[in-house]
């Protein structure tokens, strides 16, 4: 069944448009209510999950754009992403503009942190230039992992300091946020 026919999004009910809809397990949902996931729900992450799963994720990125405003951030490590933790509460956020109820950034745990680790990826079609992500693994109900890539704009060649500098801010995240993950372990 092919569940573009339905012609409307299976969560709003309003037309869906031609760009911008990402299917579902059992449904499809409109470039807004698409919008409002979280961005670190992948389309993969979205085929494979029923209407009423992501009917709960909209409802928890609501959750998620109320306690923002009670986020207060003791800790701040500047990148392409800006990394804000709230130590007293035990949690962060990765953050790319300073307007929040635009942005809506998610607010994670420490203790969801199970693995953190940075990959450097040949980009696609290249054969010596590199993105550089940190890779965050979550249990979380609602998001599976934190997946940023720390590079500026392009993929880099390894001898840059574009490439160096990409590095050393996973490094940098990855060192921050490992110390905290073993001090709740405690
Ligand atoms: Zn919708």
New binding site residues.
Partial sequence: MDHRNNEV??????PLTAFGSKVAKDGV??????KKASPFLTDEDIKRRSIARMKNHLEYRERNLKKLANFRPSKEVDGKYRLCVEEKRNRFLFSKRNNWDAENPDIFYFRQMKDIRIEEVLYPESTDDYDVYLVIKLSSSQIREIRIRTNEFAAYKKDTPEYAKALATAKEFREVLSAYMSKEEN
Avoid: G, K, P, Y
Avoid at 9 to 14: E, G, H, M, T
Avoid at 29 to 34: E, G, S, T, Y
């Fill in positions: 999004c299976s969560l709003c009910q309003n949902i409109c470039r807004d209510c698409a």
